[in-house]
């Protein structure tokens, strides 16, 4: 069974990068295609980036041009880089492994 950890949020200023972690174990990490999702408060979960297990990239509306998505086998995770971060950035971003979720970490954006 998966099993994953996100790290990495926390409390950046409006303009500000942040680098999250997903690492997951239980599993042969090659064959799982990964994602970021986050949901703000009183908003639906919605889709940051995918990445497949052949490294195939999507990146939804909400953050495209803004952040990306990498992969690292060796060590099993998967990254979220988020630049220029924005107040309406703040929620709670959830890792994702096929149909497994992570418990979500919160990134806050705020002065």
């Known amino acids: 069974q998966v099993r994953l950890a996100e790290s990495g949020g926390g409390l950046v200023q409006p303009g500000g990068s942040l680098r999250l972690s997903c690492t997951a174990s239980?599993?042969?990490?090659?064959?799982?295609?990964m994602g970021w999702y986050r949901q703000a408060p009183g908003m639906q979960r919605e889709l940051v980036a995918t990445i497949t297990r052949s490294r195939d990239i999507t990146y939804g509306d909400s953050m495209v041009g803004r952040v990306t998505i990498s992969r690292e086998i060796n060590v099993n995770a998967v990254y979220l880089e988020m630049n220029q971060l924005t107040p309406e950035d703040t929620a709670v971003y959830y890792c994702?492994?096929?149909?497994?979720w992570g418990q979500g970490t919160v990134v806050t954006v705020s002065s």
């Open positions: 994702r492994a096929n149909t497994v």
């Open positions: 239980g599993v042969d990490f090659a064959i799982l295609n």
